[in-house]
């Protein structure tokens, strides 16, 4: 079956990515009660900041003295940068490495359509996906209930491991998507890979000044802003409106592009 054979190919740099991931959150949140007793040095050293550098990454609204604060500014990124990264890595191939590996004549002499090759490819992103996330949310909680004895609400610690994972679908979608166009596995991770780290460093850009306020609304990343989930507990509904418009947009594209694409074999 196509779906198992992917998932099981993914499983290796799946757990690969959760074990540094995770490896690296539980780090950080065990540093907090060191950061806890160095409160004066911390503030005259967030003091020593420019402004704007405060502002693009949120530390003008989160106190270090919190450990949701210290999440926030220290380890959140993980979550939220190098999972994007891990998502279109996962996503960005798996259609097109068959015409790469030149197996796309013999995948399609399956008795298989190209829409169940494209479902089952699909399910098996969506389902690695979702372990990741499951997995990282519970060494995320792991690390809080080590870090101190604040009690986060759940609804917060909700919203702070949901709104990744819509991140990460939301890249994967189009990561996917740009999969059933391409021909070459080269070019579309280069391509995949690209379109993050652009999204991240306007999301950068509007957090510097008012002037760059337009720019949010074409990253990803303004979408789980940590400001607003944490603070407000919430995500905005526009904000999830657009992401979900992009998945549902990305995943029927693929599969309707896929349908009339000509294979090279």
């Known amino acids: 079956m196509l779906f198992k054979r992917e998932f099981a190919k993914a499983q ?28 004066e040095t911390l503030d005259q050293l967030l003091n020593a900041y420019p402004e704007a550098m405060l502002q693009a990454f949120n530390m003008d609204q989160f106190s270090l003295h ?15 940068l190098f999972g994007s990264i891990y ?15 030149k197996t796309a004549e013999f995948l399609l002499s399956k008795p298989l359509t190209r829409t169940e090759v494209v479902g089952q490819k699909l399910c098996a992103v969506l389902l690695s996906l979702i372990v990741f996330n ?10 809080f209930t080590i870090a101190g004895d604040e009690p986060i609400e759940s609804t917060t610690f909700f ?11 939301t890249f994967a979608a189009i990561a996917f998507f740009i999969s059933s166009v391409m021909k070459k596995s080269r070019n579309i991770i ?7 780290l652009i999204s991240y460093f306007l999301d950068i850009i509007s957090g510097i000044s008012d002037k760059f306020d337009a720019i ?4 990803p990343f303004e979408y789980v802003d940590s400001a607003s989930i944490m603070i407000d507990n919430t995500i905005k509904p526009l904000y999830l ?21 000509d294979i090279a074999s």
């Not at 499951?134 to 690390?143: C, F, V």
Request: aromatic letters at 14%.
């Open 216 to 219: 949010k609304y074409f990253t």
């Open 134 to 143: 499951i997995a990282l949310s519970l060494i995320t909680y792991i690390g």
């Open 159 to 169: 919203l702070i491991t949901i709104a990744p994972f819509l991140l990460h679908l």
């Open 190 to 196: 280069s391509i995949s890979l690209g379109i993050v």
């Open 12 to 39: 290796k740099a799946l757990w690969i990515w959760i074990a540094v991931l995770g490896g690296l959150i539980i780090m950080m949140l065990s540093m907090y009660p060191s950061f806890a007793e160095q409160q």
């Open 66 to 80: 919190t450990v949701l604060g210290f999440y926030a500014i220290e380890g959140y990124l993980f979550t939220t």
């Open 87 to 101: 998502a279109v890595l996962l996503a960005s191939s798996i259609l097109v490495k068959e015409e790469s590996e």
């Open 241 to 261: 409106i657009i992401m979900l418009l992009i998945i549902t947009v990305s995943f029927i594209g693929a599969f309707t592009v896929y349908r009339k694409k």
